[in-house]
T-cell receptor, first 115, second 113 residues
Framework: KQEVTQIPAALSVPEGENLVLNCSFT??????LQWFRQDPGKGLTSLLL?????REQTSGRLNASLDKSSGRSTLYIAASQPGDSATYLC??????????????FGKGTKLTVNP | EAGVAQSPRYKIIEKRQSVAFWCNPI?????LYWYQQILGQGPKLLIQ????????DSQLPKDRFSAERLKGVDSTLKIQPAKLEDSAVYLC???????????FGPGTRLTVL
């Protein structure tokens, strides 16, 4: 059974700091890995998706890496801003029936960026 | 493009009562998912539809939860009777078939007293 763990559970940093969020998973048989952002009272927004054959993806100040063999991924946020405050969720796609997507989520890291 | 719509946004009921949630996916999205997110946890898949057929309901507590997707568009998730441990946010998501991107609605926050 796939299990996804995120460390730390919560993180508070001053504005402008670079930071790293960690995600680990127990079974390397995944199709891809996604990082989501969740704001209070809102749904999830996909930030980055890394296919199992890829090592990293970048979008603006965000960079996600994937080491499938060791079951690890990191989300790097450069020059953090108060608007980055949210819960960040890591999810692996273990594949569903008929070629569909089945996501297994971690519990998330709650990030607070202080002005 | 309109996003995934869910209603109600909030619901408070007493245990043993019934409740239903509604989801309207993005137009053209054949795949629809219902997730349960308990406070402090990540979302857990309850059921997945492809058009109006069930693809995966392995984690749906079928003794009290039911879901349907009539005509392959809107979907309803029902809990009958509700228990205290059903307090959670219920998220609906939709996607095009065989793609990697799910689009999530804002969720329905259920409190069972």
């Amino acid at each position: 059974k796939q299990e996804v763990t995120q460390i730390p559970a919560a993180l508070s940093v001053p504005e402008g700091e670079n930071l790293v969020l960690n995600c680990s998973f127990t079974d390397s048989a995944i199709y891809n890995l996604q990082w989501f952002r969740q704001d209070p009272g809102k749904g999830l927004t996909s930030l980055l998706l890394i296919q199992s054959s890829q090592r990293e993806q970048t979008s603006g100040r965000l960079n996600a890496s994937l080491d499938k063999s060791s079951g690890r991924s990191t989300l790097y946020i450069a020059a953090s801003q108060p608007g980055d405050s949210a819960t960040y969720l890591c999810a692996v796609n273990v594949g569903g029936q008929g070629g569909s997507e089945k996501l297994v989520f971690g519990k998330g890291t709650k990030l607070t960026v202080n002005p | 493009e309109a996003g995934v719509a869910q209603s109600p946004r909030y619901k408070i009921i007493e245990k043993r009562q019934s409740v239903a949630f509604w989801c309207n996916p993005i137009s053209g999205h054949a795949t629809l998912y219902w997730y349960q997110q308990i406070l402090g946890q990540g979302p857990k898949l309850l059921i997945q539809f492809q058009n109006n057929g069930v693809v995966d309901d392995s984690q749906l507590p079928k003794d009290r939860f039911s879901a349907e997707r009539l005509k392959g568009v809107d979907s309803t998730l029902k809990i009958q009777p509700a228990k205290l441990e059903d307090s959670a946010v219920y998220l609906c998501a939709s996607s095009l078939p065989y793609t990697d991107t799910q689009y999530f609605g804002p969720g329905t926050r259920l409190t069972v007293l």
